[in-house]
């Protein structure tokens, strides 16, 4: 008869393969469960450095235009663009002379520019455009500023809705944040559920290996393991999905302040990395909490 004492023991990552073996069916439903609930913080975080990226882009652009004065000298628009440049909320400032606004129009008119041939001379006056900073101060403050300016005969805001606009995407990326915060605690606290059934599942088993003295790290260590391979698995399968549903429901549709459909939907690679240790952590926190509390003695 060979002698057991001498037995090689088993590792926790043999023992968790061996224990994910013997209940397939536990193991489809925890990876299934967690997959659905990945997707859904996938599918917001994905969504929401889209919109983000969206509205930075919206938020910035040619907001302020400065017109100045007939009586300007011809140098003031350089030297105002100069100055301008160098204040903190303007990420950039260039003088538009009236010759090159002319021709802007007529590009824009297109096959309509022949209605500019009877003009006897040019209406248009010299400009500076700014290109703000989103968020950088509101635009009423900058406008006051500009208007006491010398050589400026009115400031013109193209967009005046944008203080307004960069005022809500601050209190959504605020509100997203803890949203953000809560789903990835949904995450934990499906794995602890998932967990304490693992136990529940296996509590015969558990109480054996408790009489004949096996510590609660040794009975834990397998479970970590089996969390952590089924996070990988329930996070390539949300990876997977959320991908498929973005493209299903990209299209090039047009959407209102020339918004795009298929810009929103886009999927986002640079975030697979830490989603995937995000999802790992959460997980072995979750099991971490399911096992400690299910393993008190006589908790199954």
Partial sequence: MPDQSHAPRRGPLTRALSQMGQNLWLQGVAVSSL???????????????????????????????????EDAGPGRGPE????????????????????????????????????????SRNPLPNTVELQLRPGAAPVM???NHLRGLAGVEEVVTSRPWLHQLEEAAGIAAEV?????????????????????????VRREELEIMALVGATTGYMRRPFLWETALQCLAAAF????????LLAFFSAPLSLPLGLQMA??????????????????????????????????????
Wanted: aromatic share 6%; charged share 15%; no cysteine.
């Fill in 263 to 300: 810009e929103l939907l886009q999927f986002r690679p640079m975030l697979v990395p830490p989603f995937v240790l995000a999802s790992l952590a959460a997980g072995l926190a979750g099991s971490w909490l399911g096992v400690g509390r299910a393993l008190q003695p006589r908790a199954w």
């Fill in 176 to 200: 997203g944040s803890v949203l953000g915060v809560l789903l990835l605690a949904g995450v934990v606290l499906v794995v602890a559920n998932t967990v304490r059934l693992a136990v529940y």
């Fill in 80 to 119: 105002l663009a100069l100055q301008l440049a160098g204040r903190k909320e303007v990420l950039s400032a260039r003088f538009v002379p009236k010759e090159e606004a002319l021709k802007r129009f007529r590009d824009q008119l297109a096959s309509k520019a022949g209605l500019l041939e009877g003009l």
């Fill in 35 to 69: 997959a659905v609930t990945l997707a859904i913080l996938f599918a917001y975080l994905n969504l929401g450095l889209n919109l983000y990226g969206a509205l930075e882009r919206l938020t910035t652009g040619a907001s302020v235009m400065v017109v100045l004065a």
């Fill in 141 to 143: 403050v900058i406008t």
């Fill in 237 to 244: 399968l949300a990876l997977l999905l959320v991908r498929g």
